[in-house]
């Protein structure tokens, strides 16, 4: 059948199923079918109606559900019980497939089915004749393991069932045995050999035991198949099934190279994605084509600086196509200046003064040397860290804890003065952070009581920033200190010292300037 239209045959709910801890309950079935309707797909395979009365359930209420757009088909073994079953199952239907088969590679004949070529000939003809009785008017034919079979005995089964009433092939390669050329060859073959092959539609069902799933069902199409069998995600038996986001949009993003198009509505893609991982509860991997979470995300200074500049640089899909609102910008320790300083301008930060940011910069290279990602919580950390315009009498320079159980807490603490003098001194204390203010109680020598000390982590994760904010007291005024890092007590640190430095302001009579961040 030649046009350039590919029907797009989704087997999420039998083949994808099969996934191993993949058990889906018939109303989440009902659910996925509505949202494959909404995304477009041709026919939806429903389930395998004989194998349980929770699938016979499933297939009859999509059956009876979709509209006449879509074909429901439910699988048999090439057995009239099957069959009887599943017209049973499908009778509700605006547009019933019965997709039945049987095995044509020698492993199938000799091992599972124990039959001779003439014998499983005659009995795939058989129930597709038994389906036609049944008056269903479109039959799906499976030659299963036909990427490991004789291609002269397939050829016959398949001008034998044609002639018999089928009106869809499906050349599965059961076992993901095939390369992208033998599979394409396969359909070529077949069109030249078989008499009627024309007339039919020739379907690709992939395996992914190679990870060439998606690359054969394209190879297939290329040669002639004009329906594509896939799952979503990818999911099904083993390393699952050619993937639907990956053939449509590799059909869609390449129409230049393929001259093919499908029904889908791509911007259902990721929507439909998420709804069969949360059901099923597979995981996608984050490098995942079209669907992962790293699919639109960008990490490196020199990557994101390109995309920030113009998206196509580095993205051949735009992410709202299918359905994902933008790409993202990963903020790691191998992000540039132009990233970051996009996403302080997207958290509503301007910067009228290139040092603040330089500053900023300095610092989030340091926290994203010790973390993987910076999250927006960080950042937001960072800027109000830094930005703080409290003069800075002493800062942090150098600082070194020894503690444990069996450690006295001691602190080694190097503090600039403004003067730029730089001062050493050593305490003990009850603990490490103890220890530190003591130290630096020694060198500043400004008495006050602390009044309040809180620690908060910013972001999850065991190397989350820590985000310290103490109170301390002075001739009844309180003053107030706030910093983060991801070291505890450098954070404490830092804390201090700003609390510190507002004290040493306030009696020196040096105004805090207006912009300052944190307050008294
Ligand atoms: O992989 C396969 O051969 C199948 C058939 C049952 C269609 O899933
Ligand atoms: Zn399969």
Redesign the pocket.
């Known amino acids: 059948m030649s046009t350039n239209r590919v029907h797009i045959f989704d087997?999420t709910l039998r083949?994808g199923e099969q996934s191993p801890g993949a058990s889906l309950n018939v109303d989440e079935k009902v659910e996925i079918a509505r949202q494959l309707e909404k995304l477009g797909v041709d026919v939806i395979e429903a389930g395998f109606p004989i194998s349980s009365p929770g699938d016979f359930e499933a297939v009859s209420r999509i059956a009876a559900l979709v509209g006449d757009q879509v074909t429901v088909c439910g699988?048999t073994r090439a057995r009239p019980g099957d069959i009887d079953v599943a017209w049973d199952a499908l009778k509700g239907a605006k547009r019933p497939r019965i997709?039945t088969?049987l095995g044509v590679s020698e492993s199938h004949l000799k091992h599972k089915l124990k039959m001779t070529r003439d014998q499983a000939l005659e009995t795939g003809v058989a129930a597709v004749r038994h389906a036609r009785s049944l008056g269903c008017p479109d039959i799906e034919y499976?030659t299963?393991?036909s990427g490991r079979a004789d291609p002269e005995y397939l050829y016959r089964v398949i001008e034998a069932v044609i002639k018999a009433g089928a009106t869809v092939i499906?050349v599965?390669d059961?076992t993901g045995y095939m390369s992208p050329e033998e599979y394409g060859a396969l359909f070529a073959g077949i069109l030249n050999h078989v008499p009627g092959a024309e007339n039919i539609t020739l379907s690709a069902?992939c395996?992914n035991d190679l990870g060439m799933a998606t690359a054969n069902a394209l190879a297939a199409a290329r040669a002639g198949a004009r329906q594509i069998e896939c799952t979503i995600n990818g999911i099904g038996?083993r390393a699952g099934n050619t993937s639907l986001e990956e053939v449509v949009m590799a059909l869609h993003t390449r129409r230049d190279a393929y001259g093919l198009t499908t029904n889908i509505r791509t911007e259902e893609i990721y929507r439909t994605s998420r709804m069969i991982s949360t059901m099923t509860g597979i995981l996608v991997q984050p490098n995942k084509a079209i669907v992962g979470a790293n699919a639109f995300a960008h990490s490196s200074g020199i990557h994101q600086d390109g995309v920030l500049k113009e998206r196509t640089t580095y993205e051949i899909i735009d992410p709202k196509t299918v359905g994902i609102n933008e790409s993202r910008i990963i903020l790691s320790a191998r992000s540039g200046r132009a990233g970051v300083k996009h996403r302080l301008q997207e958290l509503g930060y301007t910067f009228h003064n290139g040092d603040d940011f330089e500053k900023i910069y300095e610092r989030f290279l340091r926290v994203a040397d010790s973390k993987k990602v910076v999250y927006d919580e960080d950042l937001e950390a960072i800027v109000s860290d830094e930005v703080s315009t409290v003069p800075q009498t002493y800062e942090l320079e150098q600082l070194q804890v020894t503690c444990g159980d069996h450690n006295i807490p001691t602190a080694t603490v190097k503090l600039r003065h403004e003067n730029r003098a730089v001062l050493l001194d050593a305490d003990t204390g009850n603990g490490p952070v103890d220890a530190v203010y003591r130290a630096i109680n020694r060198i500043v020598q400004v008495p006050n009581d602390l009044i309040e000390f809180t620690v908060q982590s910013v972001t999850e994760g065991i190397d989350a920033m820590a985000d310290v904010t103490i109170r301390i007291k002075a001739d009844d005024m309180i003053y107030t200190g706030h910093a983060a890092h991801t070291d505890i007590v450098v954070a404490s640190a830092k804390a201090y010292l700003q609390a510190l430095n507002k004290q040493i302001a306030r009696v020196s009579g040096r105004p805090e300037p207006a912009r300052q961040l944190e307050h008294v």
């Open positions: 087997t083949d699988l997709h088969g499976f299963e393991d499906n599965p059961t069902h395996h038996e």
